[in-house]
């Protein structure tokens, strides 16, 4: 009887080890396929004009003076790489016209684009790559955080076949850059704190630990120059040390400090940018003065709810019955509904 429910437990085990390997395979697939078939959107053609090294206010000068101009010419000139330029007029482009957004992405674009072409299909399939690592780092957090390698798993599996993960993993924007070192940042975290814990008697361990706390000041500093937003994940870290110690000064908070500091240090150069064009910032992303009915504001939040789960965005999205349709808007309040439900 204990040999057969072994053996049916060995079979299940396997089954589900090849359970795990399709569904990962079916995500992998799931982000590198239809690249050059949606619609390129706004914020993406973007990436693209600072990926050429022109700014805005260029475009606009040298062909928004009232002649005709086709969708080929614009494409040709500030949707591809221009020679002339490099990749310091990106940053300069960034700097000068969407300083809310850090280089860090955009310059890894441009020298992506240089190597592959750029196309939407390749600008678009740097993000697709980065989505990758987004695996062996949740993977990785699972295992501080629970020492488990079923909840490790579980995790990756689900990140996989997230259509939240899936729909950004196909943008040419930096958010899956952001994820990533999201993920990294907390893992690197709970291993500095864990060899902390260690005996002071094993020098090996307070050496790996120094080490360990020297890469978190690197992720951190990366993680500010791929998205502003990074700064709220130092914040919680922040608050997460204070708790676990208690409120005591202790090497853990010192070290989350000095690691914290050099990483503000490193971004430093970029937030002086910040405060030089902070009028611009506002000019950009300033939410607009105007007053929205209570059905117009709950719209958008439905959208995006919605699109946690599916995509019916009526501009190549998997469900694309038209950009105002009654389909549409009962799949998305549906959704949303059931997810208010499940919480």
């Not at 090996?204 to 700064?231: C, M």
């Not at 870290?237 to 676990?244: A, D, F, P, Q, S």
């Not at 110690?245 to 990483?263: D, E, G, H, N, P």
Request: with cysteine.
């Amino acid at each position: 009887m204990n040999s057969k429910s072994i053996q049916n437990g060995l079979v299940h085990r396997t089954w589900l080890k090849i359970l795990i390997v399709v569904i990962l395979i079916t995500g992998i697939f799931f982000r590198f396929t239809n690249l050059d078939r949606k619609v390129y959107s706004f914020d993406e053609s973007i990436t693209s004009l600072r990926i050429s090294g022109y700014t805005w206010t260029e475009m606009v000068q040298q062909d928004f003076q009232g002649k005709t101009i086709s969708v080929a010419d614009l494409q040709r000139k500030y949707q591809h790489i221009n020679p002339e330029k490099s990749w310091l007029d990106t940053v300069k482009g960034l700097a000068t016209e969407e300083p809310q957004l850090p280089p860090l992405y955009f310059i890894l674009a441009r020298f992506w684009a240089q190597l592959f072409g750029p196309q939407a299909a390749t600008v678009r399939s740097l993000s697709a790559w980065i989505s990758l690592l987004v695996f062996p780092s949740i993977y990785w957090l699972c295992w501080e955080l629970f020492r488990s390698k079923s909840a490790g798993w579980m995790a990756v599996t689900i990140a996989a076949v997230s259509p939240f993960h899936v729909l950004y993993a196909q943008e040419a924007r930096p958010y899956m850059m952001f994820a990533v070192f999201v993920l990294l940042s907390n893992a690197i975290l709970l291993r500095a704190i864990a060899l902390q814990k260690s005996p002071a008697a094993f020098k090996s361990a307070s050496k790996l630990s120094k080490a360990v706390w020297f890469i978190y000041a690197i992720v951190l500093s990366l993680g500010l120059y791929s998205s502003l937003l990074f700064f709220l994940v130092i914040f919680a870290h922040g608050i997460y040390v204070i708790l676990t110690k208690k409120w005591r000064f202790s090497q853990t908070l010192i070290a989350y400090l000095l690691a914290s500091a050099a990483a503000i240090i490193i971004f430093f150069p970029w937030i002086l940018v910040l405060i030089n064009n902070s009028p611009k910032i506002e000019a950009t992303v300033g939410l607009p003065r105007i007053s929205l009915s209570w059905m117009s504001s709950l719209k958008p939040l439905i959208l995006i709810t919605c699109r946690m789960f599916i995509d019916t965005h009526w501009a190549g999205g998997i469900i694309n019955l038209g950009a105002s349709n009654i389909a549409t808007d009962l799949i998305r309040l549906i959704v949303s509904c059931s997810t208010s439900k499940l919480h």
